[in-house]
């Protein structure tokens, strides 16, 4: 039995497909955190960000907050004689308080500075992408024109000589 030999288009987007493949980008890279390159003020930022966010941490404050007003609570009431640690307006602890908002709040800002970065540089890498596949896109259009072309030429060459 004999085989049909290849129409041109398909030959064509065969040898496209085989120029395409050779003519990968290879710069491109996908983006991949690579957390070896952090520093450990880094690493301390975003694990303290991911924590200090999260239910536990809240859950595990409140019930701090609220021992240590009952605790204070219940030594004024029953050691009336002995002043509690921390008195009713709990003094002590708003300074805790303010001292750990002080430090927690620029380390989150440290954190969500890195997240930023790590955004702009996905952003960045999908720019790049977006441009590869424009171009990739552009030349697969120029190979269909071309072809388009090489077909009317034969179609014309083949009424004329019909």
């Known amino acids: 039995?004999?085989?049909k030999p290849k129409s041109g288009i398909l030959q064509a987007g065969k040898k496209f497909e085989k120029l395409n493949f050779?003519?990968?980008?290879?710069n491109l890279k996908p983006f991949v955190q690579d957390s070896r390159k952090l520093t450990l003020s880094q690493k301390t930022a975003d694990n303290l960000?991911?924590?200090a966010g999260s239910w536990s941490f809240i859950l595990s404050f409140l019930v701090f907050l609220c021992l240590w007003m009952i605790l204070n609570t219940y030594i004024w009431l029953?050691?009336?004689?002995?002043?509690?640690f921390d008195p009713y307006p709990f003094i002590l602890l708003n300074l805790i308080l303010s001292c750990l908002a002080a430090i927690q709040a620029p380390v989150i800002l440290m954190?969500?500075?890195r997240a930023a970065e790590r955004d702009r540089l996905r952003a960045e890498y999908d720019y790049q992408v977006n441009r590869k596949a424009e171009r990739e896109i552009r030349d697969i259009k120029k190979q269909v024109n071309r072809i388009e072309?090489?077909?009317?030429?034969?179609?014309?060459i083949k009424r004329k000589t019909t």
């Open 111 to 113: 954190s969500q500075n």
């Open 1 to 3: 039995m004999k085989q």
């Open 78 to 84: 029953n050691y009336i004689n002995n002043q509690p």
């Open 22 to 26: 050779k003519r990968k980008n290879k």
């Open 149 to 156: 072309l090489k077909l009317n030429e034969k179609l014309h």
């Open 49 to 51: 960000a991911k924590w």
